[in-house]
């Protein structure tokens, strides 16, 4: 795991700016504190910043070919490596390593841009090819490592694998995206391509990027996508035993390193099931880190403890208190951009704990994707049952009255909820599940925001996101439809920049078994009854491990990793929360309405409302556009227009 970053004259051959390229890498020490270097000629720099995990002794970076024409800089892990090298010396090649990063200057040589086809990991490189006057930009297929990446207007183009590398440069320009803003309010985060500014973009998850010297810079090429075809027919106990079977193969590539190896434990089944293949591989006792909280509501460490106790792991379990609050005004400096999840903060507790004791940690992030598993899953089939009863247009105004008399009640358990049940009916299917996923929901953000800001959306909504990837899901099936749309959202914007920025702050690499893209694609291929039956959630992936784990961890409710918000914000937090929602930090950008944010502050404070999910997230806002007016020197931020 590493931090790749550097600097393209797409018109030319110009100097690279040495101080610039150094300052891009040195934003990235925390991804790679093992080692640094530079390529620098004429029209190209790159630059990486080493966390070495394999070949140790030899794998260094920038790597080169046998001439020195074809050099690359690496983030990530290319897992069947092994698979590739002999394939490719039949072809000639010259392996002068044993390194994962060499087989992609030979691949790019044997196979050119197909090359990523070929690759079963979790990567993302930047590849410059001296014959072919050619930088080659690639991305995993699940997004697990971010790519971001800006063309200035002089032609120069500059890349990163995180966003503090290219704020580095002081022609980047800093005009915040309306749009940008929008999505971010609705989902959290600031959904791909897009990034915060309109200066610059994220390659997307699954994509690849061309760029030759004299021309325009051209749209990324999609190389990859999920299809859920739902096709397979095979009865319960085969697809047990090939998920078995397809899992333990999974996690016996992502345990290949030379240096300490563990696994996240959270007493969840996707964990859980992945610390049991792990164990069955292993020879030795397997590491494993939990983190505890305080708050007996937020607490699963006894049944991290059973699997710990099953397995006879090396368990390390570290305490959070339910006043962990100090990282708030850290994680604008962690993320970048914007980010609301506020699970942000137990995940780096439990990062810092396992770089303890490890350098690569197994996690089972992107379970509840493929195989079914979050509570909004059965919820919106549901919905969808009491939808297929009646068409769009009678449903419309019936329950759009409904959901606007009905009283809002937050305390209620979901089921009892009737004005969001109501509003879900009034919708769509893809409205209706970006209705249940917003942070702050549509009614809300057109209240917040100003009226000048609302015309500068220009009927803009974050809606558009989730309609532009439903129209390429080639399914209308309830849950596979959702699932794709998690796949290419939620996955990628929230869970996968969570984990990384988290992980890579203690210079810890993170490998998700469960994301292995030929898993996910045969995951796709089962029918939605074997993932969820709108009762039971996971039922493949819990029948698989009915041998492997106890009953209990298995079949109880799903707990989150959340943290008290709420309590926080009326508590400890008061005055933060004050200070910076109604604060001269967001009154400058114009984008609010000023009693709006009053009201919210007030009814939370006063127990009347539960406005933490959007305070949270105004107060995450804030700290932003306070890091980014730093970073760029105390330039001021703009707002494009």
């Not at 074997?530 to 819990?542: A, P």
Request: glycine content about 8%.
């Amino acid at each position: 795991m590493c931090g790749i970053t550097g600097l393209f004259d797409t018109r030319g051959r110009r100097d690279i700016d040495r101080a610039l390229l150094q300052r891009m890498n040195d934003s990235q020490a925390h991804r790679g504190p093992d080692g640094e270097g530079v390529h620098v000629e004429p029209g190209v720099g790159l630059g990486h910043r080493r966390l070495a995990i394999i070949d140790v002794a030899t794998g260094q970076q920038p790597l080169y070919n046998e001439d020195g024409s074809v050099v690359v800089v690496f983030n990530g892990e290319i897992y069947n490596y092994q698979e590739l090298i002999p394939e490719l010396q039949a072809l000639g090649h010259v392996f002068h390593t044993r390194s994962d990063t060499e087989v992609i200057v030979h691949a790019w040589e044997a196979w050119g841009e197909k090359c990523v086809d070929r690759f079963r990991g979790m990567f993302a490189f930047a590849l410059y090819d001296r014959n072919r006057e050619t930088l080659f930009l690639a991305r995993d297929r699940l997004g697990v490592k971010p790519l971001f990446y800006a063309v200035l207007p002089d032609g120069l183009l500059l890349f990163g694998s995180e966003f503090k590398s290219l704020l580095q440069c002081p022609a980047l320009g800093r005009e915040v995206d309306p749009c940008a803003v929008e999505e971010y309010f609705a989902l959290g985060y600031v959904a791909e391509p897009r990034t915060i500014f309109t200066s610059s973009k994220k390659l997307p998850p699954g994509h690849r990027l061309t760029i030759r010297r004299g021309e325009p810079v051209p749209e990324p090429v999609e190389y990859w996508d999920v299809r859920f075809t739902l096709s397979e027919r095979i009865s319960i106990t085969e697809a047990c035993e090939e998920l078995d079977r397809r899992l333990q193969e999974s996690v016996r590539l992502r345990m290949i390193s030379e240096v300490p190896l563990g696994a996240f434990l959270s007493g969840g089944v996707d964990s859980s099931a992945v610390v049991a293949a792990m164990a069955r591989i292993s020879s030795e006792p397997v590491n494993t880190c939990s983190i505890s909280f305080d708050d007996p509501a937020f607490d699963e460490t006894r049944f991290a403890q059973q699997v710990a106790d099953r397995y006879g792991t090396r368990h390390f379990v570290d305490r959070v208190a339910s006043d962990d609050f100090d990282l708030v005004d850290q994680l604008a400096s962690i993320y970048d951009e914007p980010y609301a999840d506020s699970s942000a903060i137990p995940t780096y507790r439990v990062c810092q704990l396992a770089r303890k004791h490890v350098t690569v940690a197994l996690s089972g992030d992107g379970g509840d994707e493929s195989l079914g598993g979050y509570r909004r899953y059965r919820f919106h089939l549901l919905e969808e049952r009491m939808r297929s009863l009646l068409p769009l247009g009678v449903r419309q105004p019936i329950f759009g009255l409904l959901g606007k008399v009905y009283p809002k009640a937050d305390w209620a358990p979901r089921v009892f909820r009737a004005k969001t049940t109501f509003e879900s009916l009034a919708r769509s299917s893809v409205e209706a599940y970006l209705h249940s996923v917003s942070i702050i929901r549509e009614s809300m953000r057109q209240e917040m925001f100003s009226a000048g800001f609302r015309g500068r959306l220009n009927g803009y909504r974050a809606g558009e996101v989730f309609h532009r990837h439903a129209a390429r899901a080639g399914t209308d099936d309830g849950l596979a439809l959702i699932q794709y749309l998690d796949l290419k959202t939620y996955l990628v914007g929230d869970i996968n920049t969570k984990v990384d920025r988290a992980s890579m702050a203690h210079s810890l690499e993170v490998r998700e078994p469960l994301m292995d893209h030929p898993l996910v694609e045969w995951l796709a291929s089962l029918p939605s009854n074997l993932k969820t039956d709108g009762v039971e959630s996971k039922i493949l992936l819990k029948k698989a491990m009915e041998p492997h784990l106890p009953h209990e961890i298995m079949y109880r409710p799903k707990m989150g990793f959340a943290v008290p918000l709420g309590q926080w914000f009326r508590g400890p937090l008061r005055n933060r929360v004050r200070e910076g929602v109604l604060g001269s930090t967001l009154a400058e950008t114009s984008m609010f309405d000023r009693k709006v944010l009053q009201h919210l502050v007030d009814a939370h404070q006063s127990g009347a409302r539960d406005y933490s999910a959007p305070l949270w997230t105004l107060l995450m806002f804030e700290s932003f556009l306070r890091n980014s007016a730093s970073t760029a020197g105390s330039r001021p931020l703009r707002e494009a227009g």
